[in-house]
């Protein structure tokens, strides 16, 4: 059951952990974005296309990271919107992720109607590891985490590590940090704020989009448009998070378990029993983030500039 | 090669409305200390972002070592050694101190950051040039001074040798003026040639070598400081002469219009006393100055008679009536003026026209205002007009937005605002701070008029000059309490600082 309950939780923990870390790399350069949720529904939306029109013809696990590539370009290519908007045009940069937000689930909509007539795009889950290799094997941790699981929760693991290896260890991360906190320092030092800030909302926008990929793939079929407010929920464990890699990991693990829990409750009996409506537990992941986010939120550490578009002129 | 590292020759800068910088010519030679003295507006840092590669001029050559140079942002000019200390420090307030220093030419090995050889020159240029900076410590948590070291240590690890200072000591305490003072003739001996903004002539007699004048964007002279009095350097400075003291006559006290009793506030930390057990009363036409030094309870006294702050015990009384709990607009409506310590935070709406601002405390009055809907008519006649008799000067007039304003002339429109609601009672508080010359001989003058007129005036003020200048009673604060009552005629300087230094409680 436990062993269960972890490989569950991984479904939603990753997506969820991915498309957070998007988000911090653009607020870290400086640019709130909130279109994640958008950004998700074209990244699932392409990605799983793709996978919809290419599967048969190439064995499972190329097509799943072939989709992944694809559903990132997807997401870098809509999040350029953003950044043009927020970037250059100095937009407010909750107008425009808002306008992405709408704009995601009709513009697929429409497209898949487009192409096929209905909106549901299904596809075949065949990118199941049952158990990999030597490490299922071995005894607690191999059904713990080699067993029941997709090829995407070690990409999600190593862009864990791999995001808090450039933010922390690189000079480009350095130089995106400073542009999120204090862009006249970084512009007074001849780095390019303007050029630092695409280069987080793009690395946000395939992150994005990767995650929206990630979070359809286990937990259904087909694809019907939503990828169900995961995009404002990452936002929430950015958050919870306070923008720093390894807690958001912790987040995330702490949001997907609550999911989990509402999820898969029926399949516990001690839950059961106590007799509470299953519409109860399907609100805890979403209770829950707003109770952290009202006890969180005094202790903010956000990024300083976030959310103010950078002028060369102002003082 | 020529005799100088710098030259601006004939630098000409127009912004609408405005001609900064009008054929301005600076020298800099190697190895000195070289002053650029102005008013605030004067066009000082106008001239240095232009060297900086910030703003382009509209005509005039820049030359390096003779050879003419152009200079199209702050990349071009970091490439030429020339390094400059924003007046605002430019340094992210959760990095490093090394982070700081580093970024932007960091060193990289394999990809990823190589801070080892980077701390090492570091730590050798800070001990080089004896600035004593740990870089490990987080700027925010340093004090103002060491991140003004920090700033200097980012130009020393990019090698600069010309090194601009845009008023470098207006956030500093007088003991870290005088270590920047060292540090700055340190890197002059070790051949490096500063440039160094600034209004305060006491300093440009302690430090430089030459000084160049500027007055309303035009070019003054050149002169050696040595030979030179700070009269005229003053004079060169505002066009005519200044007095650097206050004439007035003896005060002719009338009535009390301000009576504080037993007035107390807590700490809303901890519970500690900021002030206690405070009583005074300001009469009308004298001024009284209550002297301290920063942090003794100033502040909190002075919120707590505006209605900033809630008094925890005590009483306040404006023209016999009590106003301890009154709210802010009764105070103001009641007679109470004031120039706030913190005119960006208190005084202004930074992002507003300048007329909005001369009338935030009185645009209900039917003056301003018909049934609810304001009289943009009468707002701005009555702003021009407080323009015009106050020589406040902006770019375009009623309509500015008081954020690209000078400090200086932001203080003055606060000053005519407050001064024209004609109040009984006027509390100023470190009216001149971060003023130039002019400004503060115009502010001082403002004040004993006022005096003379008949009204309390309540200074608070931490430079030792303006309160043995001005004051006609000195309340010393020490500690949040009153800990003597002076007559700057009798007392003597020396006195005076021993008494906020603390040490004249117990002889007394």
Redesign the interface.
Known sequence: MLYFIIQQMMYFSIPLLIVALGGLFSERSGVVNIALEGIMVIGAFSGIYFINQTQGALPGQPVLLLAILVAAAAGMLISLLHAYAAINMKADQVISGTAINIFAPAFVIFVARMLQGVQQIPFVNQFRINSVPVLGDIPVIGPLLFQNTYITTYIGVGILVISWLVLYKTRFGLRLRACGEHPQAADSVGINVYKMRYAGVLISGALAGIGGLVFVIPTSTNFNATVSGYGFLALAVLIFGQWKPWRIAGAALFFGFMKTLSAVYSGIPFLVGLGIPSNIYKMIPYVATLILLAFTGKTSCAPKAEGIPYDKGSR | MSEYVIEMCDIVKEFPGIIANDHITLQLKKGEIHALLGENGAGKSTLMSVLFGMYQPEHGVIKKDGQEVKIK???DA?RLGIG?V?Q????????TVL??I?????T?KG???KMDDARKRVVELSEQYGLSVDPDAIIEDITVGMQQRVEIL?MLYRENEILIFDEPTAVLTPQEIEELMKIMKNLAKEGKSILFITHKLNEIKAAADRCTVLRKGKYIGTIDVAPASKEEMSEMMVGRKVSLQVEKSDAACGEKVLEVEGLSVHSKVGGKHLVKDVTFNVRRGEIVCVAGIDGNGQTELVQAITGLMKIDAGKVVLKGEDITNAHIRKRNTSGLGHIPEDRHKHGLVLDYPLAYNMVLQRYFEPQFCNHGFLKFDEIYRYSDALIEKFDVRSGQGSDTIVRSMSGGNQQKAIVAREIDRNPDLLIAVQPTRGLDVGAIEYIHKQLVKERDEGRGILLVSLELDEVMNLSDRILVMYEGEIVAELDPKTVTVQELGLYMAGSGKKEA
Not at chain 2, 88 to 95: G, S, T
Not at chain 2, 102 to 106: A, P, Q, S
């Open positions: 942002d702050p990349n970091n400059m924003h605002h420090f430019k340094l992210v307030h959760n990095f982070e700081n580093i970024l932007g030419v960091e990289v990809g990823l950051l980012k």
